[in-house]
């Protein structure tokens, strides 16, 4: 599946002001000055695209923290990224039947974390919930229209027939998930092309993973973002929740435009949109979001959707889903959630742009 490209609707760690109303607010003020002093930052490519991190510590460990955490991220691509020939993804989408995936799960031969075998479970679990428009193998639409691994060139042209062929490939159900009793684990292709990409849950499943190497390092106030996808913990250098802008919905729009600004504290948010990353094909707009049920990129009236929830992989993976449900839909299954909120903008008929929001999710905007 694409590399979705949520990171175009970008989002601003805004650091909002303190201001002081009352003597009996000083002491208050005093910590927020003495945190912002000590604050530590860094930043970096990683998943073809950035990261930033910006956290609290009184040590001064920047430069070994940096060290580990990119650690982490070459980890992570070892088993999650469609760009490097030997990790994992690229073995499993490389095999044309059965799939062994690595380590053991009785005997927990595999000492490092079974990244690839998590994302898997997600996606599964995601692509039931969502009734399949969370799909990750999607991924040979997505190179055919141009926004995958193989190329960033559009079609010159819409060929029916070679989308029909590819959608052969197509669905988590035509990839089986087999366990041995000797804790063996495989995953078994219907058909021999069919392949998965985890771009659409990878972003978010790193967030949560330097997130949780923040907080066994006890560091307890930061946030992590990578290319849009974000964990906030505790509070920003003004000792206040952080304050985080979702993008006005039009291409037009310069990138300080804002629709809406949220206060968050100890959530993960991702954003997604198809307003600015598409192709234009004989004169028609074609979206980068990929319908798993039709071959054919979005054209459904969702412009954006922002997810809050308690792990940014599920925040990441729901966000690209919700941009291919029908809103009201999207809104049902998140009121069954009770650890997601969401806000989906969509055109109406006189091309005005409307909102749907789950119940929750007011407590979060900021007026």
């Keep these: 599946m694409a590399r979705y490209l949520k990171n175009l609707l970008l989002f601003f760690c805004l650091i909002v002001s303190f201001s002081c109303k009352q003597d009996s607010q000083q002491n208050t003020e005093t910590i927020a000055s003495s945190l912002s002093r000590v604050y530590k930052s860094m930043q970096g490519e990683t998943m073809g695209t950035y990261y930033k ?15 580990e955490i990119e650690a982490i991220f070459a980890q992570l691509n070892q088993e999650l990224s469609t760009y490097i020939p030997e990790s994992t993804i690229s ?13 053991n799960v009785t005997n927990n031969i595999a000492r490092a974390k079974p990244h690839f075998r998590i994302n898997y479970g997600v996606a599964k679990d995601i692509y039931k919930k969502t009734q399949g428009y969370f799909d990750p193998t999607v991924m040979p639409l997505v190179n055919y229209w141009g926004f995958g691994t193989e190329g960033k060139l559009e079609p010159s042209s819409i060929d029916s027939v070679q989308i029909e062929r590819l959608m052969n490939y197509v669905g988590m ?15 078994i292709k219907e058909h021999p092309k069919a392949s998965i990409d985890f771009s659409a849950i990878a972003k978010g499943y790193a967030v949560d993973e330097i997130a949780n190497f923040l907080l066994k390092e006890r560091i307890n106030n ?23 802008g979702i993008s006005k919905p039009d291409p037009q729009a310069k990138p300080t435009e804002l629709y ?27 979206g980068h979001t990929i ?8 054209v459904a009236k969702v412009l954006s959707t922002t997810v809050i929830h308690k792990k940014c992989i599920h925040a990441d993976a729901y966000c ?11 809104i049902e299954l998140a009121e069954r959630d009770e650890e997601m909120e969401v806000l989906i903008l969509y055109l109406a008929e006189n091309g005005e742009v409307k909102e749907l929001s789950s119940s929750g999710m007011e407590a979060f905007i900021l007026n």
Excluded: C
Excluded at 173 to 187: R, S, V
Excluded at 320 to 330: G, I, R, V, Y
């Design 53 to 67: 991190i910006s956290y609290y510590d009184s040590l001064d460990r920047n430069a070994k923290l940096q060290k």
């Design 91 to 103: 073995q499993f989408n490389k095999t044309t039947d059965k799939f062994q995936i690595p380590g």
């Design 173 to 187: 159900d035509k990839i089986q998930y087999q366990m041995t009793k000797e804790g063996n684990a495989f995953l």
């Design 222 to 244: 930061f946030m992590v973002e990578i290319g849009g996808e974000l964990v906030l913990k505790g509070v920003n250098p003004r000792s206040e929740n952080w304050t985080i």
């Design 260 to 286: 809406k600004k949220l206060n968050l504290s100890n959530r993960a948010v991702a954003s997604s949109g198809n307003y600015r990353n598409f192709h234009v094909i004989e004169g028609k707009q074609y």
């Design 291 to 298: 319908n798993p049920f039709t071959g054919f990129p979005s």
């Design 320 to 330: 690209t889903a919700f941009m291919l449900m029908d809103p009201e839909k999207s």
